[in-house]
């Protein structure tokens, strides 16, 4: 059973002050709703013959804690960051939609040590209770801190929430160590695909993401009926944001009206030039309003892969943007100094620049003028509508994880009683990634838990990977494929 230190303090069961951040994610999850529950239908008729398993999935946002700070909470009506809460919600949303059995935690007091209602004991006490669990750094440290070294049998259900991505190189903690890429970040041994970001920055790590809203064919056309040709919306929610763009902004004045939505208290901040309409910080409602009468949407360098780039996009708008030459990095730019990657920003949305580019998209160095006249539909790649982030994560979470016997059961079996095969090919894949190695040892029935103690083996020789075999000291760990029913050889989409 799983231990962890200081469980003592008896739980208090005062409501919370009101948050911001979690007020801000209810806001945009009601918002969305109709949204997400359409795409629910969709995917749900191309899964029809899926088999699905309902997972137990425990999400414990940590940096939202009161006990990391909930430093985002005094911010959220002030201009601060929004992109986390938006992917949080949309998370959320998706694992709900999917029909997951989620519990939700942003207080470490109830994780460890408070009695959720319904509930007669601690969600993270005895045998873990999920089969995923979904945190980011804040929340890892939170566990270890509290469980100790019972975290790590457990490592292999845990994905980490991860904007920027963490490569291998600074996951790997003997190599980080001896070749300098260990990070504030941690070195936590977790297989590189359990590391989930915003954008696909490395196929190293999963690319989660989060959703933009989508339009139906009426809105797409009142959108272009009504667009106005001279209006920019510059991006940036805080003033400092548009430090030393008075040049810039003057010569663009000359040709369109400028609008921002920058938080100010009482007085237009002095950044932000006279001319400038500024809106304040919007509801994310009204912002997408004033995005869908907009021509272009300007980004002055930061924030870096922010979620508003694809909201302007889908609502119409030409996003302008400065390339970085040199390409910002971690070996450059105080932003990215520490992070756990080494990659290498070449404009504030690389993403955009890349996956989407023109018309949509104009990625240029802002001390050369460039002449642009184009009319672009709205925009959003499927992998950013509710329906692809849902047929995203549903593939995560059935095919990432693989299919544990009965102690007795041979992998044959253990797959077939799912609809599916078991496929020797990648057992590569899961010897490291779904089982936390105590032991080493050449034996056809690794990688296996010892049915008596838990514990985790792993098979030192490949050569060994096998489907077949059973024996009632293990459950064997097994990786399973999807099939075509008549050619089994092949997986579904494969060819
Ligand atoms: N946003 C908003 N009101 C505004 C400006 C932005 O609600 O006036 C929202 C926007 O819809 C987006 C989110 O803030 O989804 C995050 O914006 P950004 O791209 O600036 O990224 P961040 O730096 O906040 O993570």
Redesign the pocket.
């Known amino acids: 059973p799983l231990t962890w230190r200081n469980q003592t303090a008896t739980p208090t069961l005062k409501p919370p002050p009101k948050r911001q951040s979690l007020s801000f994610m209810k806001r945009r999850m009601r918002r969305l709703a109709a949204q997400w529950a359409s795409a629910a239908r969709r995917l749900d008729d191309k899964l029809r013959n899926h088999w699905r398993e309902q997972k137990r999935i425990l999400v414990h946002v940590g940096f939202l804690t009161e006990e990391s700070g909930d430093v985002f909470s005094p911010k959220v009506l002030k201009g601060?960051?929004?992109?986390?809460m938006?992917q949080w919600a949309d998370i959320l949303t998706a694992l709900h939609v999917l029909g997951h059995d989620l519990k939700i935690s942003v207080s470490l007091k109830e994780l460890f040590l408070g009695v959720p209602p319904g509930r007669g004991s601690c969600p993270l006490t005895g045998p873990l209770p999920f089969d995923l669990i979904y945190t980011d750094y804040h929340g890892l440290q939170q566990m270890k801190h509290h469980m100790g070294l019972s975290l790590r049998k457990h490592k292999c259900h845990i994905r980490v929430i991860d904007t920027f991505g963490t490569e291998p190189a600074y996951n790997h903690e003997e190599y980080a160590t001896l070749h300098g890429y260990r990070t504030n970040w941690g070195y936590w041994n977790l297989h590189g695909q359990q590391y989930m970001t915003m954008f696909p920055h490395t196929p190293d790590n999963s690319f989660m993401g989060f959703v933009a809203e989508e339009l139906n064919e009426t809105e797409r056309l009142n959108i272009q009926r009504n667009k106005v040709n001279n209006m920019a919306v510059v991006?940036?929610?805080e003033a400092n944001m548009w430090k030393g763009k008075e040049n810039f902004l003057s010569i663009l004045h000359r040709y369109m009206d400028v609008h921002g939505?920058v938080y100010y208290e009482t007085q237009r901040p002095p950044e932000v030039p006279a001319f400038v309409k500024n809106?304040g910080?919007?509801?994310?409602q009204?912002?997408?309003q004033l995005l869908r009468k907009a021509k272009l949407f300007i980004g002055f360098g930061f924030?870096y892969e922010?979620?508003?780039?694809l909201?302007a996009i889908a609502n119409g708008c030409i996003f302008l943007q400065p390339r970085f030459s040199p390409p910002h990095s971690s070996l450059n730019h105080e932003f990215f100094r520490g992070k756990p990657t080494s990659r290498k920003v070449s404009s504030q949305h690389p993403y955009a620049e890349q996956y989407i580019g023109r018309p949509h998209v104009i990625t240029i160095d802002f001390n050369n003028s460039e002449e642009f006249d184009a009319t672009v539909e709205p925009f959003l790649p499927y992998e950013y509508t509710c329906e692809g982030m849902l047929e995203r994560v549903h593939a995560y979470i059935q095919n990432q994880v693989s299919v544990q016997t009965t102690a007795g059961g041979s992998c044959v079996d253990a797959c077939q009683s799912a609809g599916l095969i078991c496929e020797p090919a990648l057992y590569r894949f899961i010897n490291i990634k779904e089982c936390e190695g105590v032991e080493s040892e050449i034996n056809h029935l690794f990688p296996a838990f010892s049915a008596k103690h838990a514990e985790c083996g792993l098979q030192q020789d490949p050569l060994l990977f096998s489907c077949a075999g059973s024996s009632v000291k293990y459950r064997r760990l097994c990786p399973c494929r999807d099939y075509r029913v008549g050619q089994v050889a092949l997986c579904r989409d494969c060819l």
């Open positions: 601060g960051p929004l992109g986390e938006v991006y940036g929610k939505t809106h910080l919007l509801p994310q009204e912002l997408q924030p922010g979620p508003a780039p909201e």
